[in-house]
Nanobody
């Protein structure tokens, strides 16, 4: 059974930093592209960043220059380093990942349960 587990959220003051983690647990063949999204109550889900297995990163304009996505393929974990945080970054952050369970299986998309980030003084 494969699970994506996010961690690292919390309360931080404006201008502060947090590092989110998205770890894939269970037996998997490959962890491919991983995405970070965020969604506030009553609002549409917003793309934040993505990273391919080879390390190519992509960012939403709203976080460029402040957030950095990285991965450790040996640990099947992706990180989102968030710097210069603003109150408008407050919301729940989710990761999704394209995962191939075995060499013979097709890739599927999995989602984590989300982690709350609150930026407030």
């Amino acid at each position: 059974q494969v699970q994506l587990v996010e961690s690292g959220g919390g309360l931080v003051q404006p201008g502060g930093s947090l590092r989110l983690s998205c770890a894939a647990s269970g037996s998997i063949f490959s962890l491919n592209t991983v995405n970070w999204y965020r969604q506030a109550p009553g609002k549409q889900r917003e793309f934040v960043a993505s990273i391919t297995r080879s390390g190519t990163a992509n960012y939403a304009d709203s976080v460029k220059g402040r957030f950095a996505i990285s991965r450790d393929n040996a640990k099947n974990t992706v990180y989102l380093q968030m710097n210069s945080l603003k109150p408008e970054d407050t919301t729940v952050y989710y990761c999704s990942a394209n995962i191939r369970l075995t060499i013979l299986s097709r890739s599927q998309e999995y989602w984590g349960q989300g982690t709350q980030v609150t930026v407030s003084s």
